[in-house]
């Protein structure tokens, strides 16, 4: 893979006294990602458009976890503007000649830093503001300026560079991942009798499975899931032993530069071994950057296979009769979390909901699901921040836990690892007795092999 | 004719009606600018301003995933534009707020058409610019007084934002006064323009309320381009822009590309 060196990386970091350079550039382009187009426009757009009508923190789960000034995305959203404006517009350049002010509120960068990571990034406010203001792209931008100042939360850092440098986020080695997949094949065996293979490396089979951070090492059972669904229909798949732990931190810390590349380790393993379809597992942000940001905007030029998503895959398999569910496999009543990601940034609803409703025997809808989902309030990296845990659980996570207390399911099922986490932080926290799953988990649960 | 009412009719609209073209002409071309900052990469970008409209719009990425449906597209955006969906499923009451202060303003316009309809038909426009302005009177209170009271909106809110939404006020307000009085009948508004195009000043016959109506106008030209008010004029093109023509109608349902090109509505 061509990756440019290091050292260009590194150079791009800047002390927080030099704020005005790198809003400049962004007004500019990010040299490395140029593609995307839409965030400095978005943010000028932004600027300008807002009817102020507050709509937006009315459906803001942080706003609603602490209705004050601080957590008003509009507010929030105002300190990255303010800095746009001070550094890249004609009138801004003239006011802060005539009355200078600090950056950052408090002349704290530290502070900022803090307040780009109280936004979720759900796009729940852009669901429903007037204008279509989407306050997670102001917040993106804010927390680039964050890691350009070397200010990103440091274990979203540690992943961002794991990824960026390995392919994966925890760093694992291949083959401490050869050894966990050898380890779920004999699980397999164990639970069903079966040969259930799970092919690493095969060139030229048709399918390359990415599953998401944490299905290989963490939550084991959507892969078994997966690969049942795959030895179900006879599939010609495999998976890679360089690149099996789908993420994107860099499109969470607004690293434009390490969210291009860390796609760039899937995307090389799927051509390498020439697979023609991939089929990525059960995380956003890998799926968006994927789908979205780097083949549609060929930042690697055409891809010459298609993507699609694990929910898009086995729900076409479901309709298309291809697969036997028992659904008294599951019997207790089951309702789902849409992951923001999936459902605001993929436009992934109507699936997750086909392959519950045929794997479990009572499946219910929670209130407001959908793409105007309330987010778990773990979303934009938070729940893989131990440091801010008192306020996902009392503040971002509070409507959650209300709809989780009410829900009269018994197991709440999701599709990301990171809602996964934190929903059950909330429950463990808020003590409501639900169990938390996966969606492919239930699959895996339901299927009936013959 | 006084000082201030020929400062008023015949100088200030030579400051405010360019004042306002001009700053709404340089949001545009900054925003279409900002689209897609790669531009200036691309070889013969300088050919013609469509050139450079066409380059911008050739399908790279969206952070937002939205229809990319024409048909789709357009449905959505006139149901947005039209009837605010987006905000009617959400809140019942400022969508009855802010909707009818649009429809007022809509039909305050429809209504100044009657300079070039036939005189009969004057009745009709002066009983339309009565419901239209008395509807923006009703509402664009309501909105003011939200303003002040809900904490949510107050705390966004600021002195711009105020002065903005009070210059509104006062030109529904005089607009519905006036109109009250009588109206100004079109001869005395034909007359009014082709003085004011010709450059030549005269007196008219209109009450003093006119006067007072055409200041809120002119004011509100003024500060559209620095307030939110502004979102008049971003609205249509932060649609086409962003293609997030999802959020905007508040259409959810289907429509997301997550499938081909041509097929993004969901069964
Ligand atoms: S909902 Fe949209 S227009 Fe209203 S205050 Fe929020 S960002 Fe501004
Ligand atoms: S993206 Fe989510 S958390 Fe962030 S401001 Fe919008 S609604 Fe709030």
């Not at chain 2, 309809?117 to 909105?143: D, F, H, K, Q, W």
Request: a neutral charge; aromatic letters at 12%.
């Amino acid at each position: 893979m061509e990756k440019p060196d290091k050292i260009e990386r590194e150079k791009k970091y800047i002390p927080p006294g030099m704020v005005g350079t790198y809003m400049r550039r962004i007004a500019e382009s990010d040299p490395f990602v140029r593609e995307i187009q839409d965030e400095p426009s978005a943010l000028r757009l932004y600027m300008d458009t807002c009817t102020k009508c507050g709509v937006c923190a009315q459906e803001c789960p942080v706003y609603y976890g602490q209705p004050d000034k601080r957590m008003h995305p509009v507010e929030r959203s105002r300190q990255v503007i303010r800095l746009y404006k001070k550094y890249t517009t004609f009138w801004g350049r003239f006011w802060n000649a005539i009355f200078p002010k600090p950056d950052f509120e408090n002349n704290d960068a530290e502070l900022f830093s803090e307040r780009m990571y109280e936004c979720l990034t759900c796009r729940r406010c852009a669901a429903f503001c007037p204008v279509g203001i989407d306050h997670s792209v102001v917040s993106r931008v804010g927390r680039s300026l964050v890691d350009l100042m070397g200010l990103t939360p440091p274990s979203l850092a540690q992943g961002t560079h794991n990824s960026f440098e390995t392919g994966n986020l925890e760093g694992a080695s291949p083959e401490a991942f050869l050894d966990t997949i050898q380890f779920i094949e004999e699980e397999l065996k164990e639970e069903t009798g079966q040969d259930i293979s799970i092919p690493l490396d095969r060139e030229g089979a048709e399918i390359f499975f990415l599953p998401p951070s944490g299905d290989v090492l963490v939550y084991a059972e959507n892969l078994m899931g997966m690969a049942k669904i795959f030895h179900a229909i006879d599939a010609d798949w495999t998976m890679s032993s360089r690149a099996f732990d789908g993420s994107n931190f860099g499109f969470t810390t607004g690293n434009n530069f390490s969210m291009k590349y860390e796609n760039k380790h899937y995307i090389d393993a799927c051509e390498k071994l020439g697979c023609k379809l991939m089929v990525m597992g059960e995380c956003g942000h890998a799926y968006r950057v994927m789908k979205f940001m780097a083949s549609e905007g060929h930042w690697w030029g055409t891809l010459p296979f298609e993507i699609t998503s694990g929910f898009e895959y086995t729900a076409q398999l479901i309709r298309a009769g291809k697969l036997k569910l028992d659904p008294d496999k599951n019997p207790d009543s089951v309702t789902y979390h849409d992951a923001c990601q999936f459902a605001a940034g993929c436009g992934i609803v109507e699936e997750p909901r086909e392959i519950l409703k045929a794997a479990c025997a009572d499946y219910r809808e929670m209130p407001d699901g959908g793409y105007t989902q309330w987010c778990c309030g773990g979303g934009g990296g938070l729940s893989a921040l131990r440091s801010v845990r008192a306020f996902r659980m009392d503040v971002s996570g509070k409507k959650k836990a209300e709809q989780m207390r009410e829900t009269d399911a018994k197991v709440v099922s999701t599709s990301c690892l990171q809602c996964r986490t934190q929903l059950k932080e909330i429950a463990r926290y808020h003590k409501i007795p639900l169990k938390i799953t996966g969606v492919h988990e239930l699959v895996n649960n339901a299927i009936i092999l013959e | 004719m006084d000082g201030f009412e020929f400062f008023i009719l015949y100088r200030l609209p030579y400051i405010a009606i360019p004042f306002y073209l001009i700053m709404l002409s340089v949001r545009i071309w900054v925003w279409m600018r900002f689209y897609n900052p790669a531009i200036k990469l691309l070889p013969r970008t300088r050919r013609s301003v469509y050139g450079v409209w066409k380059q911008q719009y050739r399908p790279t990425i969206h952070i937002f995933p939205g229809s990319r449906s024409q048909r789709t597209k357009w449905k959505r955006a006139i149901k947005g534009f039209v009837f605010f969906t987006g905000l009617y499923k959400r809140d019942k009451v400022l969508w009855l707020g802010s909707w009818s202060l649009h429809l007022g303003l809509f039909l305050v316009i429809v209504a100044h058409v009657r300079v070039i309809l036939p005189p009969n038909l004057e009745p009709i426009c002066l009983r339309v610019a009565l419901i239209g302005s008395g509807l923006m009177t009703v509402s664009g209170t309501y909105l003011l007084l939200r303003r002040i009271i809900v904490q949510r909106v107050r705390e966004i809110t600021d002195f711009r934002d105020y002065l903005a939404e009070f210059i509104l006020l006062f030109f529904s307000l005089t607009a519905f006064l006036m109109v009250l009085d009588g109206g100004i009948s079109s001869e005395a508004l034909r007359h009014y323009v082709s003085r004011l195009v010709t450059g030549t000043a005269a007196v008219i016959d209109v009450q003093r309320i006119f006067v007072w109506h055409m200041l809120a106008a002119q004011l509100l030209l003024i500060v559209i381009p620095f307030s939110h008010l502004l979102h008049l004029g971003g609205i249509f093109l932060s649609r086409e822009f962003l293609g997030t023509s999802d959020t905007f109608a508040g259409d959810f349902g289907s429509g997301f590309s997550g499938l081909k090109d041509g097929q993004d509505e969901k069964p």
